[in-house]
Structure formats: structure tokens, C-alpha cells
């Protein structure tokens, strides 16, 4: 008897923990906190989420602005692309998204992103922002709709996002002289690998290190810019699958010759023993061991990054400065020398996501409180850098003073103690920040390329960031271009590796714009959509 | 169940009641198991209709436009089509058939082994493998195959094999086999273990040898457990695991490397694609399933062993 109870409690006990777990899944949140204040939920994608946003100051001065409770969630990078596809079809948006959709994201679920411009009434901040910015206004304006608001990171961050970096004190050491073309680039990686620059002895300098081959940040395909052919490598749009515009006609990296050239070079780099063999098939932490390395002893000549501290670490940055764009041989005009323009997508289009809303969340009202408040001057810095008074202090007439020990504890940035280039605000030009060093190490890098990247003509060189085809073509390029980059992303990666590109070239042109697989489609289409948004 | 020919043929009502009072505490026995399959395995069965409409967001899974054939045939005219296709059934064709003869090998091996301390000792050894983890055996790939370094790698050339073609298939399966040839040869030391020695007397006693033995006695008596395995591993021919060929993925090997997983994973979770990548999935299920159906048969026919 005894023990037939207890078989038909367990029984009992297993169908009720059944029963419950699907209960949870039909919970409603709760709209209002205990002493009936609207809660407002954030979702926001951060690199480090060990230092939760939650307990900031800042978030109880943007409670106090918007007299509501504020809920973060946080999600780091690769959860968050793991998760997004499934999140968008399943329908759960936050009530506030930080850096999390696109606008390509935004015109695929249009009725899950609220048109924000009916309540710019509400968020003066905002609306001053954007006349203040018009290039901003321009990026998040879908005909008359604004569906996500881009951020402002200020004009410290109004830089390239690939920069050419090149050992310094080991030029010094050989006595050789700052390289401008190609081919002097050469015969320093050539010095560098043969005169041990670093001295320790051994044969362990790697003249030049690249991460990968694609069209993406930190691409040694950048060097196509030597030619003319304009990159922009950051924020998705076209510069990313591959399409350039030259002199208002869209083209193609894939069939430039600039391509043929800058892959032959480094061909010819690798097959001398300068560029490290495996750089294509190796585990990703080999890279950052021979470029950051020991901290003592540089390893790396010439490489593509950020910031050279952010690329060498802080120990070894100084060794290394930004390498003006080289030309591709001496008898290049001036010119044509040019620059990755990705600036306006480092300033305002982080990842080209922003700041989102979604219409059904419970409480609209407190909502864009609480966005107008994120962008107000105060708690936009706050939301980059750190906290006031904590980690940032306010001295007066516009200008912050960040506290190098409190911020810079574990990154030499403020991602631990801040939202920092995830968050939504507007970092006046007004602003001084005082020890942004992130800031000042890359405009102090960017500046050895800003003569170069002036001569790009934003509208007639690239595909601005604002021009955005529709949802139907966004398939039909994206489908294309997973058919051509993987026929040709691995033409490229062979040629660099073992070489033939002089035979093979013409073979691969014109299998490359075979109707099939949709390379003259995709010009078609950005065609399209550049005339429309640039005429 | 035979009705006594003077009652009344009783109706379905009648037999599905007296079926249930007879047999009730076996369909309890079973009821979680069939649950548990009922809602993860045919209750999702109705997401299929997805391949056949256009996905929109806010209709919900089922709601879209009916299209039809639509995103079977772009999968069909996709110019990779014929590439992932290779891929998947090269890849998938010399792991099941490598996958399905080295544990028979080292199951007849092991028996060999007279001494029960070096039969254990060697069985754990080479079942140990399978349970590292994919991501450590992909990153032990890439460390032993480095050009130089490695310990393999240094008998390569100064380019890693990872990086080539033609040997990424071998080293997919060689380091699959590596893996679980312990671990899936312990199902036919068990069928060994079961042979009535009296069949090894006899033999013996009519003047077999050793090899004779396995030929006579050991491989008959695993007969029928290798059968079934070859039919249950038939039905997953186009599921070459998707992690760990991901993990061996670079710009390099990407012609020999995409297969119909990976290529459903990025149009599908990556690229928000829900439609077309359900599309191939079906399409490759269907594959599987036709697959599986043939061995079955096959099987049927030669060898008398069959799971259906």
C-alpha cells in the first residue's frame, strides 16, 4: 500500500513539473512594477556581460527621467547571432532594442519596428539630434518612415575602421625608409624577415600577418584602394558583398582588376616566406599570439586593424604607425591613391543596427521617455563611457574627464563599465571627452590615411550607406552572393596560396558572370536601388 | 484476434475496447515514450508546410502564400547544387561505409585476445575517443596538421591539409573512424560474446584454424547485428553531422566542404531564409528516407534481416 502511494506521488510530482514548464511558456510579463510604475525592457547586445548594465548609475538616472523601471537584458555577440533569426521569427522584439536589427531587418518584419518620426515630439533630443546630424537622418529614413535610430559616437570616431599598420622602430632599426609603393613594401618585409629587426636572434618575425581574405574589416583586400578601387568594410552594406561604384556605375570587386593585382601581390608575398602560410587554415588565436605576443617582443611587421593598441596591445602599440595608403607602383598619379571609407559607418551605423521599438510593448509613453533620455548630453556620455559621477566626472561647459583606473580596468575601451559603441545617444560635436583614449588612438591612426580618403567621392566611389534595396532583392543578393563568394571566395583564397591567377583569371571572369550564378544580377540590383536613393 | 465463427463479428468499438482491457497496462508502459515521440517528432511534421509557402512574419509559421514547388526548384537550380550534392554523399558514403567495416575489424580483433585484463585495457582505449568533444577534435585536426609543427603535419609540405580538396574527405573520415571505432565495435563484441562455445569446439575439433574460426563462426554470428546497423545507418546517408564539417569549414576546402547542412544552416538561421532552407531539408529527409527504405528491402531479400 505503502509503496503504491508513493509510485502514484512521483506520477503525480512529474505530470505537475509537465505541466508547469508549459505553463511558464504562456506567462505574460508584468507591465508595472510593485508600486505600479511602467516597466521598460531593453535588450542590448554588449561584448562583455559579466558587468551588468542593471546596476549603473546610469540606469537609475534614465529611471528617474522616465519615472519607470528599467529592465536590461544583455546578450553577447554570438549568442545574439546565433539567436536573432529565430527570435524575429518567433516574433519576440523587446520593447527597446540596442544595436540588435538592421534596417534590412526593419523592412523585413516592418510591423514588429515602429515608425518612430509621429513621436519625435516626444523626444526633442532626439529630433535636434537628427536635424544636427542630417547624414544620420539621412541612414534611418525609409521613405517617410524611421524605423530604428542610428547613434552618435562623435567625431573622435568619425575614422576608418581598417587601418595599415607597420613596425616602426624596426624601419628605424634597419635604417630603411617609410615604404609608398608596393614594391618598396616588399623589399621591407623582405628586410624584415631576413634582418631579424627585433633582435632576439631567431627567424621569427612574420613580415606581414592577415587575419582573412574576405571583403570585410581589417582585409588586406584594402590595398585595392591603391588603385583607385574604393573599400568600405564595416556595417553590411555593399562594400561587404563586393560592390563598388565607379563614377556613379556600379561594378564588382570580384571582376576588377584591382582584385587580380592585389591577389598576385600577396601571392607573391606568401610564396617568399612574408605573409605565414597557414594564415588561411589556421585556429584565429594564432594571429592575436603574433601580434600582440609576448607583450615584449614584437613579432609582427606590417598587419590590418583598428587602432595600432588595439591591433599590438599596449605594451608594443608604440612600436607601430599607420602606413600612409601606399600607391601600387611609382608611376600611380596621386590621385588615385584612396582609402577604406567607412567612417560614416564607425560614427553613426555600428553593425549597421541601432535603436529599435516595438509597437506592442505595453508602455509606449515611458519608452520614448526613456529614449529621450539616452540621448540628452549627460546620458549619452554616460551610456558610452561609464556613469556620472562614477567613472566619467562633468566639468562643466560640455567637457567629461573619464577615470583611466575605473574604465580602463580589463579593456583598454569602456565595454566593461558602459553600453560603449552599442549604445544609443548622441555624443555631440560640442563635447570634449577627456582620456577617450580609444578615440584617440584611432583618430591618431586614422589620421596618416585622411589625406587619402578625402580624395573618395562618398557618392560617385562607394555604395553609401544609406542606399538599401527592398526585402524581396535583399534575398535575391543575399542567395546570389552566397553562390559567388563561395565560387570565388575560394578562387581567391587559392590564388594567394599557390598561385595561377595570370591563367586561370579570364576562365574565372567568365564563370563568375555566367547568368547562374547571379553576379550581373546583383550589379542590376544595386544599380537600381543606388540610382534611386542617390538621384 | 480469431472470432469463434457462431458469435457475431464484433465491431471496431467493441475490439478496440476489449484490446485496451486486455493490454491497458502495456499502452500505460508506453504512453510517455509515445508522447514524447507523438510531440517531437509529428507534432512539428506540421511546420513541413513551410517548404511549400512563402514565410511571412507576421502570418505566422503557416499563413504565408501557398507557392508551391517554388523553393524545391531554386534549391535544384542553384548553381551549388551539384556541389553540395557531391559533397554531402561523398562525405557521407566513405564515413558509413569506413564508419561500418573498421568496428567489425577491431570487434573481431579484440576477441582474438585471449588475456581478459589486455581485452578490457584495449577496449577502453579505443572507446575513449568518442567522448571528446567535436569542437577539441576539430582544433586537434588543425594543431596535429599544422605545416612543420604538427605532428603530422610535418610529413605535408608546408601547406595544411585542412586547406586542400582532395584531402579534407580523408581526414573527415579517418578522424571520424579515429573517433567512434571503439565505441560502435562494442555492440558486436557483445553479439560475439554471445556464440555458444560449443560452435568453436566443433569447428576446432574438425580442424579449423584461426581465420577459419572468424570465417565460420564469428562473422556469421554478428551477421545480422551488422545488418541492421547498415540499415539504421543508411537512413542518416545525407546527414554528414553538421558541427563538425562547420568546424573544418575555410575559404580554402569550401568546394569539398559545403554540404546540404552547413549550406541549410547559413540560408536558413544565418540568412533568415525559413522557407527555402526548410525546403532542403525536406528535400534531403525525403533522400534519407528513400535511402533507408532500399537498404531495408535490400537486406529483406539477402540476408533474411530486416527492421520493417
Redesign the interface.
Known amino acids: 500500500m505503502a509503496r503504491r502511494s508513493v509510485r502514484l506521488l512521483a506520477s503525480i510530482a512529474a505530470v505537475a513539473t509537465m505541466v508547469t514548464t508549459f505553463a511558464a511558456c504562456g506567462n505574460k510579463q508584468a507591465t508595472t512594477d510593485e508600486n505600479g510604475k511602467p516597466i521598460v525592457n531593453i535588450l542590448v547586445r554588449r561584448n562583455v556581460t559579466d558587468h551588468p548594465m542593471q546596476d549603473t548609475q546610469y540606469t537609475k538616472d534614465l529611471e528617474a527621467a522616465c519615472d519607470c523601471t528599467i529592465k536590461w537584458q544583455e546578450v553577447s555577440d554570438n549568442a545574439w547571432?546565433?539567436q536573432?533569426?529565430?527570435k524575429?521569427?518567433a516574433?519576440e522584439f523587446p520593447d527597446i532594442g540596442l544595436s540588435l536589427f538592421s534596417m534590412v531587418d526593419a523592412a523585413?518584419?516592418s510591423?514588429?519596428f515602429e515608425d518612430l518620426k509621429p513621436h519625435l515630439d516626444k523626444m526633442p533630443n532626439v529630433k535636434k539630434f537628427l536635424k544636427a546630424q542630417p547624414g544620420a537622418a539621412k541612414y534611418v529614413t525609409d521613405g517617410t518612415k524611421i524605423a530604428m535610430l542610428p547613434s552618435d559616437r562623435g567625431k573622435g570616431y568619425e575614422v576608418s575602421g581598417t587601418h595599415m599598420f607597420i613596425n616602426k622602430t624596426w624601419l628605424d632599426k634597419l635604417g630603411l625608409q617609410m615604404p609608398t609603393t608596393w614594391d618598396e613594401l616588399e623589399n621591407v618585409l623582405d628586410a624584415f624577415k631576413t634582418q631579424d629587426p627585433n633582435g632576439n636572434g631567431k627567424a621569427d618575425e612574420v613580415p606581414m600577418n592577415i587575419r582573412?581574405?574576405?571583403f570585410g574589416l581589417w582585409s588586406p583586400l584594402a590595398l585595392m584602394n591603391s588603385e583607385g578601387v574604393v573599400t568600405s568594410f564595416m556595417g553590411g552594406g555593399a562594400s561587404e558583398q563586393g560592390y563598388y561604384v565607379d563614377n556613379g556605375k556600379v561594378k564588382s570587386y570580384y571582376t576588377s582588376d584591382a582584385l587580380k593585382d592585389v591577389v598576385s601581390y600577396l601571392h607573391g608575398l606568401m610564396a617568399k616566406g612574408l605573409i605565414p602560410?597557414?594564415v588561411?587554415?589556421?585556429?584565429a588565436s594564432q594571429y592575436t599570439s603574433q601580434t600582440v605576443s609576448d607583450g615584449k617582443t614584437a613579432l609582427t611587421g606590417v598587419s590590418f586593424g583598428w587602432s595600432n593598441y588595439a591591433e599590438y596591445g599596449n605594451a608594443l602599440g608604440d612600436q607601430y604607425v599607420t602606413l600612409p595608403p601606399l600607391k601600387k607602383d611609382a608611376s600611380t598619379p596621386d590621385f588615385q591613391v584612396k582609402w577604406d571609407y567607412s567612417q560614416d559607418a564607425c560614427r553613426w551605423a555600428y553593425s549597421g543596427s541601432g535603436l529599435t521599438v516595438n509597437p506592442n510593448a505595453a508602455n509606449q509613453d515611458a519608452i520614448y521617455k526613456v529614449i529621450d533620455a539616452m540621448y540628452g548630453e549627460k546620458l549619452s556620455v554616460a551610456g558610452f563611457f561609464g556613469s556620472i559621477p562614477d567613472i566619467v566626472s562633468d566639468d562643466g561647459d560640455h567637457q567629461y574627464t573619464i577615470d583611466k583606473a575605473k574604465a580602463y580596468a580589463e579593456y583598454p575601451d569602456t565595454r566593461a563599465v558602459a553600453l560603449q559603441d552599442r549604445f544609443g545617444g548622441w555624443i555631440r560635436d560640442d563635447v570634449k571627452m577627456v582620456n577617450d583614449t580609444n578615440a584617440d588612438q584611432v583618430t591618431a591612426s586614422d589620421l596618416a590615411i585622411r589625406e587619402a580618403r578625402n580624395r573618395v567621392d562618398g557618392v560617385k566611389d562607394v555604395v553609401p550607406i544609406y542606399v538599401r534595396p527592398d526585402t524581396e532583392d535583399s534575398?535575391t543578393l543575399?542567395?546570389n552572393n552566397?553562390?559567388i563568394s563561395?565560387?570565388a571566395?575560394?578562387q581567391?583564397?587559392?590564388w594567394v596560396?599557390?598561385g595561377g591567377i595570370d591563367k586561370e583569371w579570364d576562365a574565372y571572369v567568365k564563370k563568375v558572370s555566367?547568368p547562374?550564378?547571379g553576379l550581373d544580377a546583383n550589379i542590376k540590383i544595386w544599380q537600381k536601388w543606388y540610382d534611386k536613393y542617390t538621384k | 484476434m480469431e472470432a469463434a465463427p457462431d458469435r457475431k463479428k464484433p465491431g471496431l468499438l467493441d475490439r478496440i475496447a476489449d484490446h485496451l482491457r486486455r493490454y491497458w497496462q502495456l499502452w500505460i508502459l508506453s504512453a510517455p515514450a509515445l508522447f514524447f515521440v507523438g510531440l517531437f517528432s509529428y507534432v512539428p511534421m506540421w511546420g513541413i508546410q513551410l517548404a511549400f509557402r512563402e514565410f511571412d512574419p507576421t502570418k505566422g509559421l503557416t499563413g504565408g502564400k501557398f507557392v508551391g514547388f517554388k523553393y524545391f526548384l531554386e534549391f535544384f537550380h542553384n548553381p551549388l547544387f551539384g556541389e553540395i550534392m557531391t559533397n554531402t554523399i561523398r562525405i557521407s558514403l566513405w564515413t558509413l561505409v569506413m564508419g561500418f567495416i573498421f568496428p567489425i575489424i577491431l570487434a573481431l580483433l579484440i576477441n582474438q585476445i585471449g588475456s581478459k585484463k589486455i581485452k578490457g585495457f584495449v577496449q577502453t582505449i579505443t572507446y575513449m575517443p568518442h567522448f571528446i568533444s567535436v569542437v577539441v577534435i576539430v582544433s586537434m585536426l588543425n594543431i596535429f596538421l599544422t605545416p612543420g609543427t604538427g605532428i603530422l603535419g610535418r610529413f605535408f609540405g608546408d601547406e595544411s591539409l585542412m586547406g586542400s580538396t582532395s584531402a579534407i574527405t580523408a581526414v573527415y573520415w579517418i578522424s571520424e573512424v579515429w573517433q567512434h571505432v571503439g565505441w560502435n565495435s562494442i555492440i558486436y563484441l557483445a553479439a560475439l560474446a554471445g556464440v555458444n562455445t560449443s560452435l568453436y569446439e566443433a569447428a576446432k575439433i574438425d580442424g579449423a584454424g584461426r581465420l577459419q574460426l572468424i570465417r565460420y563462426v564469428d562473422i556469421p554470428a554478428i551477421m545480422p547485428t551488422c545488418a541492421i546497423l547498415l540499415i539504421m545507418n543508411m537512413g542518416s546517408v545525407l546527414n554528414v553531422g553538421f558541427d563538425k564539417i562547420y568546424l573544418m569549414q575555410n575559404s580554402l576546402n569550401m568546394p569539398a566542404t559545403e554540404v546540404i547542412a552547413t549550406y541549410t544552416y547559413k540560408i536558413g538561421i544565418i540568412n533568415g531564409q525559413y522557407s527555402y532552407s526548410t525546403a532542403i531539408g525536406l528535400f534531403n529527409t525525403l533522400v534519407n528516407f528513400i535511402f533507408l527504405i532500399t537498404a531495408n528491402a535490400i537486406a529483406k531479400r539477402v540476408s533474411d534481416t530486416s527492421i520493417f
Open positions: 547571432g546565433q536573432k533569426s529565430a524575429m521569427a516574433g523585413k518584419y510591423t514588429y582573412s581574405l574576405g602560410k597557414d588561411l587554415t589556421r585556429d534575398n543575399q542567395n552566397t553562390a563561395n565560387y571566395n575560394n581567391i583564397a587559392k596560396q599557390k555566367e547562374t550564378l
